[in-house]
């Protein structure tokens, strides 16, 4: 056997020890997080999936007389009616235009159950867990009240539940 081939054999060797180690960090199912990832206002926002229901084209809005700004109109999904939330609206009470919303993302939650106007649907993934932080005192004051947490990567997740219970969120938005 030549020096060559004794190298080769020792790196193989060194290379099959570290293979047969024990797995000691093993990211385990409950570490993660599955959510709907969806763009909107040219950022990154995700919904828990536990929250979702649907996800359906927006067909045609039916608007609703002295509802909440936030609310675009009611829309229908099968045989049922369903308020449209628009986030930039809801963040912004004061947002001038209408947003290029052309995805509905159904979500219940507290016994409520709506819809939200999103631009396009990224699809599900699986954070870890580890991976939300708070959201930074540099975030949007506004949105800041209804986010679990942000990634280091931008994405920010939307806590539906402090949605429901904000004031006025049924019945007119008080700022």
Do not use: C, W
């Amino acid at each position: 056997m030549g020096k060559s081939s004794e190298q080769d054999t020792e790196i193989l060797f060194r290379r099959a020890e570290d293979l047969a180690r024990p797995i000691t960090n093993v990211e385990r199912a409950e570490d993660r997080i599955a959510l709907l990832e969806f763009l909107l206002m040219g950022a990154r926002y995700a919904i828990r999936l536990d929250r979702v229901e649907a996800v359906t084209r927006i067909g045609e809005i039916f608007s609703v007389p002295l509802t909440p700004r936030h609310i675009s109109g009611v829309i229908r999904r099968r045989g049922q009616s369903f308020a449209l939330v628009s986030l930039r609206h809801f963040f912004h009470s004061n947002a001038e235009g209408i947003a290029d919303a052309d995805f509905a993302v159904y979500v219940r939650s507290k016994g409520k159950q709506f819809a939200i106007q999103v631009e396009e649907i990224e699809g599900v993934i699986h954070l870890p867990r580890a991976k939300l932080l708070p959201a930074p005192e540099t975030f949007d004051y506004a949105q800041a009240p209804y986010i679990a947490g942000v990634t280091l990567e931008g994405l920010a997740l939307i806590d539906v539940d402090a949605m429901v219970e904000a004031d006025g969120f049924s019945a007119g938005r008080k700022h």
